[in-house]
């Protein structure tokens, strides 16, 4: 498995944009699909974003849908979430995670139950 950990949080104002950061070591990393996922106060952790080990392909929350990108370089070992035109409703804490099996032909009927090893999170807080 693998073990990431998120970086590239903060303060943003509505209408901006921040890159969130998910950096594993592990040699294995490029054979692990990734998501992003995100937990508001009093909320459910969602799954916003998720990427298949090869980034070929994508999947995406209607809620982010058009405004994020997810993308990863396997030679970094690391995991992007490009978030742009921020709105208030974004603010929450961000999270990554990997499959919890590798070589996962597609990412688009992920769930949260399908992930394993989380890192830490990092925080966003967006402003009006």
């Known amino acids: 498995q693998v073990h990431p950990v998120e970086s590239g949080g903060g303060l943003a104002q509505a209408g901006g944009s921040l890159r969130l950061s998910c950096a594993a070591s592990?040699?294995?990393?490029?054979?692990?699909?990734m998501g992003w996922f995100r937990q508001a106060p009093g909320k459910e952790r969602e799954l916003i974003a998720a990427i298949s080990w090869t980034g070929g392909n994508t999947y995406y929350a209607e809620s982010v849908k058009g405004r994020f990108t997810i993308s990863r370089d396997n030679s970094k070992k690391t995991v992007y979430l490009q978030m742009n035109s921020l709105k208030p409703e974004d603010t929450a804490d961000y999270y990554c995670?990997?499959?919890?099996?590798?070589?996962?032909?597609?990412?688009?009927?992920?769930?949260?139950?399908?992930?394993?090893?989380w890192g830490q999170g990092t925080q966003v807080t967006v402003s009006s």
């Open positions: 995670a990997a499959d919890r099996v590798t070589l996962r032909a597609g990412v688009e009927t992920m769930t949260l139950a399908d992930f394993g090893s």
């Open positions: 592990e040699r294995t990393f490029s054979a692990y699909a």
